[in-house]
């Protein structure tokens, strides 16, 4: 069989270049239509609005909006008060913050400078220590980042704020001393919540540190309904759910993940599914 030269030059620099190209681990996602995972990708704000025209976050949005908007009014006061937000874990609650607070700086002006910190990402393990200690000054380094050309930051959120518990007071009163008209909004876990409450009586703080905050607002926990349309918004795709998932399997999912949606996304993956080799998924391994 004679091939022209030139022909199978062609061949040999097209097969070159197919070598050269790089290939990440398969995504099985993209064989069903996804663009990439569904779990990892950052949450939109089209699935926000979706979620709440299906009345699925309408409250706790409402709640963290209005409490940011009190503080924006204390500070128009000259008040300049710290707010607490505390839910349960795995209630979607970081991002709902998240998503609150461009919303909040895209409507009020006075906003557009405040920030929100992640305590999560400045904590210091001593010891091998399974408590962790939270190293304060990074936090406010991480805030003095902000603080250019004489700027007021109006309000920092400081969310997992959990990693502060241990040294709640010293941080407070340190973060205070630096940025005295920055208003801080606190985001804990609700146990979390509960056991600085009990800290901050034992030491007799309580009266200072009410008397400048304004009433923690819960709040609410996610439902069987909540996990499942939650899920639904992530798994579409043209507003219709891709395989390998479906209604009924997402309903499963929503049944048995103890209204907590980290442990809905962890159904799907294989190191759950050792986890929870007895659940039924519909008769369908995903």
Request: aromatic share 10%; proline share 3%; with cysteine.
């Amino acid at each position: 069989m004679d091939i022209p030269e030139n022909l199978r030059k062609f061949v040999k620099e097209t097969i070159n270049r197919a070598k050269a190209i790089e290939f990440s681990s398969q995504d099985p996602f993209r064989a069903f239509g996804f663009q990439k995972n569904p779990f990892e990708k950052k949450v939109s704000f089209d699935e926000i609005n979706i979620l709440l025209e299906k009345g699925i976050i309408n409250t706790n949005l409402s709640k963290i909006i209005t409490l940011i908007a009190d503080i924006d009014k204390s500070r128009q006061n000259n008040f300049f008060l710290d707010a607490v937000l505390f839910g349960y874990r795995g209630s979607g609650v970081s991002t709902l913050v998240e998503k609150a607070h461009e919303l909040v700086k895209n409507e009020i002006t006075e906003m557009q400078n405040s920030i929100i910190i992640d305590a999560k990402k400045n904590v210091t393990i001593k010891n091998l220590s399974s408590q962790p200690t939270f190293s304060f000054n990074n936090i406010i380094n991480e805030v003095a980042k902000h603080d250019i050309h004489d700027e007021e930051i109006p309000l920092v959120i400081i969310d997992h704020a959990d990693y502060l518990i241990d040294i709640f007071v010293t941080f407070l009163e340190s973060f205070k001393y630096r940025f005295p008209k920055t208003s801080i909004l606190f985001v804990f876990s609700f146990p979390a919540w509960i056991r600085l409450k009990s800290l901050i009586t034992t030491i007799n703080y309580t009266d200072q540190f009410y008397n400048s905050t304004l009433p923690a607002i819960e709040l609410s926990p996610l439902d069987k309904k909540a996990i499942y349309e939650i899920l639904s918004v992530r798994l579409s795709v043209n507003g219709n759910i891709q395989q390998p998932f479906s209604s009924e399997i997402v309903e499963v999912i929503a049944e048995n993940s103890l209204l907590n949606l980290h442990n809905a996304c962890l159904l799907y993956t294989s190191d759950a599914a050792d986890e929870l080799d007895g659940v039924d998924l519909g008769g369908r391994r995903i």
